[in-house]
């Protein structure tokens, strides 16, 4: 038998396709004489390498814009990678991204692992409370933050990224109300009567959760495309793991001065300046010398110096993102649930 390429006579090993026998070194795609392997076309009486048969015969992802291969989904006349689709619908994201449609299975799976360990979490705490343990609530409720703390992190960095393309995210609206939910549910706790859990608050707080994420998912897309390279993927990478801000000050919460502003003992409810559990908003920053107000200010046995002024031995006040401030503001607001319900505050194990 004789090669269906070069004609000449097969004596050893041969590749058949269809009725046609091949030496493996003939064994090539039509047009660019790549010598085919593992993975190879075979239409309308032609032998092409993947590249070639997606060119002709393929057609593009309307997520990713890859082309695709093998199956996928229809959704109004265009064709789908099946992650693409599940991912674009599930957090209402065009992709058009420079990424593998299999790594978006993988990312998609990061995502509904998030999610569904912060409800699952949220169940345990319903439970617990439901059997009046209250130890193990303020530990289930501890873990439940450990969660949003890896979320809030992940923004920072995302910010982090942003500042330095002076590039404005979007997401800063959405996890203050997140914050706040949570703090709400927090409470609701603390008055001890499981009837006054409303499942419909539950729900919004989970859907608030939600929507933290859809638009941190946005805002790293918006920046990738910026310049800020793998960003998306790290961002929901960065979701699996432990990160967390600085435990600086945590052992000293204080109920009637933590939450508050040094100078106008407002709340202090995002970005702020300060060290330990001493905070001040930027606009309370005010020399104790010139009384000029200053965001570069130090601080020294209680008084506030600005870069002119300061005294020896003072300390720098450290800027505190909106973002460590909410993580900030649940972590107390655990140390007051678990005061109130004379509980001890518990670590992380």
Request: proline fraction near 1%.
């Amino acid at each position: 038998m004789n090669c269906a390429c070069c004609k000449k006579e097969i004596t050893g090993n041969y590749i058949l396709v269809v009725q046609d026998v091949y030496h493996a070194n003939c064994f090539k795609c039509a047009v660019c004489t790549l010598v085919l392997q593992d993975v190879y076309y075979f239409k309308n009486s032609e032998i092409l390498c993947q590249e070639h048969y997606s060119i002709k015969y393929s057609s593009k992802c309307a997520g990713c814009g890859q082309y695709i291969y093998q199956e996928y989904y229809i959704d109004n006349s265009e064709k789908w990678h099946l992650p693409c689709w599940k991912f674009s619908k599930k957090y209402d994201l065009s992709l058009n991204l420079d990424i593998n449609y299999e790594i978006f299975n993988y990312l998609l799976e990061n995502l509904e692992n998030f999610e569904s360990k912060t409800s699952q979490q949220i169940s345990r705490i319903l439970v617990s409370f439901s059997n009046l343990d209250l130890q193990k609530t303020c530990y289930n409720v501890l873990i439940f933050l450990n969660f949003i703390e890896t979320l809030l992190y992940s923004l920072f960095l995302m910010e982090i990224e942003a500042q330095k393309l002076t590039v404005e995210t979007e997401f800063t609206q959405s996890t203050a109300d997140m914050t706040f939910k949570i703090i709400e549910f927090i409470h609701v706790l603390s008055l001890k009567d499981l009837k006054s859990v409303e499942i419909h608050k539950i729900s919004e707080l989970v859907q608030s959760i939600k929507l933290v994420l859809v638009i941190g998912l946005k805002d790293a897309k918006r920046l990738q495309q910026g310049g800020s390279t793998d960003l998306f993927l790290q961002f929901i990478e960065c979701l699996q793991g432990e990160v967390a801000f600085s435990r600086e000050g945590e052992d000293s919460l204080d109920l009637d001065w933590h939450t508050k502003c040094r100078y106008c003992l407002k709340e202090l409810s995002g970005e702020c300046f300060g060290i330990a559990s001493r905070k001040w908003h930027s606009s309370c920053l005010k020399c104790s010398t010139c009384h000029k107000n200053n965001e570069v200010c130090f601080i020294n046995a209680n008084n506030i110096y600005c870069g002119k002024h300061v005294k020896e031995e003072a300390v720098r006040l450290r800027h505190v993102s909106p973002l460590e401030q909410y993580n900030y503001l649940l972590l107390f607001a655990l140390k007051r649930f678990c005061d109130l319900v004379n509980s001890n505050y518990p670590r992380k194990y």
